[in-house]
């Protein structure tokens, strides 16, 4: 598997419902971050994550990290049409940059 | 403020030939990162700039690909000569200090050679 790899690559869920994906990887990391991906807006980022932090909350997002199994979960509650996009976490590994994994991508159906 | 801006939004060449992007980072990042996303897969760095000077460019392909960045600003993407699986989105990103920061993105190049 690469480096940040997400699971699923792709999800389909109804508006309201939440929506869970993970990110897994194989090396220490500096930190961890989440980007969105559509087509209107780009590739923006959501939350970043400390490799001394467990849990972050930004308005309806909330990023975990496990250091000891590698991997990183970004729950989206509550969701909306508007959250429809591909996610993409993105592992910052010491003294290299940034690797992005393929991504999930999010439907929300109305 | 303003973000990272990119030119041509789209282009469209034939293998063999050159293409050039353009990219003009958020004011005072220092630091400037090329990014190529084919589809359905995530942005593989090309190149990261710090100010003028390269920091990373390990996977830039060398024979064709080239990237400058005179006077620590903005900067340019070559490709000379063009080949069908350079078809791809080209990003452009900038960031306040070192690359463990947030990156900010630009809209993209979408780059499809015939």
């Known amino acids: 598997s690469q480096q940040g790899e997400e699971d699923p690559q792709a999800l389909s869920i109804q508006e309201g419902e939440n929506a869970t994906m993970n990110c897994s990887y194989k090396?220490?990391?500096?930190?961890l971050q989440w980007y969105r991906q559509n087509s209107g807006r780009g590739l923006v980022h959501l939350i970043l994550?400390?490799?001394?932090?467990r849990e972050k909350h930004s308005g309806r997002l909330r990023v975990t990290l496990d250091t000891s199994k590698k991997s990183s979960s970004l729950l989206i509650t509550a969701s909306r049409a508007a959250d429809t996009a591909s996610y993409f976490c993105?592992?910052?590994?010491?003294?290299?940059?940034?690797?992005f994994g393929p991504g999930t991508r999010l439907s929300v159906l109305p | 403020e303003a973000g990272v801006a990119q030119s041509p939004r789209y282009k469209i060449i034939e293998k063999r030939q050159s293409v050039a992007f353009w990219c003009n980072p958020i004011?005072?990042?220092?630091?400037l990162y090329w990014y190529q996303q084919i589809l359905g897969q995530g942005p593989k760095l090309l190149i990261q700039?710090?100010?003028?000077?390269?920091?990373?460019d390990s996977q830039l392909p060398k024979d064709r690909f080239s990237a400058e960045r005179l006077k620590g600003v903005d900067s340019t993407l070559k490709i000379q000569p063009a080949k069908l699986e350079d078809s791809a989105v080209y990003l452009c990103?900038?960031?306040?200090?070192?690359?463990?920061?947030?990156?900010?993105f630009g809209p993209g190049t979408r780059l499809t050679v015939l």
């Open positions: 990103a900038s960031s306040f200090g070192q690359s463990y920061n947030e990156q900010f």
């Open positions: 090396t220490s990391i500096n930190n």
């Open positions: 994550i400390r490799s001394n932090e």
């Open positions: 993105a592992t910052v590994i010491y003294g290299q940059n940034f690797v």
């Open positions: 004011s005072g990042h220092a630091t």
């Open positions: 700039f710090q100010n003028n000077g390269v920091v990373d």
